[in-house]
């Protein structure tokens, strides 16, 4: 268990304020770019990603990654760096015009379908992909896009978690940002049962925009997690993490942890926390993408009323087998 503690307490003022003046006097930059990690196998969906990336398997008719850069997108955005891996290369293609599939769908008199193609692709050369050649860790692959990130603070997105709010996530933690400066993490709610799986923040003072993180824990114990909130997947970060995390040894599973750089980067830059409006989907999980499924779908005016129906009729046809089943038995 790693963790650390900041020195938030009244005790210390002088440092308080230190930090605080320093973030708010920093000539803050705006978040420009943002940072996919995709190059992990998704084996816990195999065989579907045995040829296909998991990052594209579809939530009703776009593909994860999909959902995931438009929340980017939404919050302005500019610059989309994806960290792939081998058999990544149908991404780069996702993100690029398809002329054969354009040409087919004009001569068919298909213009709404051409238009929805054009709204999801980036602008031209605002897409960026570079390889982690070696599978090292969430820590790894984000240093992996360290020479197109530059020297300015950037937006992480984990698209395993896909986040359903209005605003999305990334929009709602920026107002953190845009009042303090220094690095933001998004987190959430689970069951004190379940912190051991994640890594935990402890919460300091708080504002309308969210709170000042004085603890990081790494998957503790119930009995010594500093709260029930846990990292969610967005961040945005500073670039100074990038030398840390070149000189970052090998934590949990042998891997280069992005949470062991985070609570380095902590003794000397603010950490805000935002508490996410909306709900979450693990879609590295089997129940959780089949559960996005089900959500999308039925916020979707196009589909909502049929899926509804057919859910019912699913479920009534469950009841009524397990009702035929409990007078067997």
Partial sequence: ???????????????????????????MQPIRKAVFPVAGLGTRFLPATKAMPKEMLTIVDKPVIQYVVDEAREAGIEHFVFVTGRNKSVIEDHFDIQLELELTLRERGKIAEIEILKADLPPPGATSFTRQQAPLGLGHAVW???????????????PDMLMQGNPGCLAQMLAAYERHGGNVIGVEETARENVHRYGIVGVGQEDETGFQIDRMVEKPKPEDAPSNLYISGRYILQPEIFDLLENQTKGAGGEIQITDAMIS?????????????????DCGSKVGFLAANVAFALSRDDIADDFH????E????????????????
Wanted: glycine share 8%; aromatic share 6%; charged share 25%.
């Fill in 309 to 312: 129906s057919a859910l019912i």
């Fill in 1 to 27: 268990m790693t963790e650390v503690s900041l020195s938030m307490d009244a005790s210390d003022p002088g440092e308080y304020r230190q930090i605080e003046n320093r973030s708010e006097s920093e000539n």
């Fill in 144 to 158: 992996c896009a360290r020479n197109i990130v530059g020297n300015e603070p950037f937006a992480l997105l984990l």
């Fill in 265 to 281: 980067l902590s003794a000397d830059q603010r950490f805000s926390g935002v508490r996410f409006k909306g709900r979450t989907f």
């Fill in 314 to 329: 699913i479920m009534s046809g469950k009841a009524a087998r397990n009702e035929d089943g409990n007078r067997a038995a």
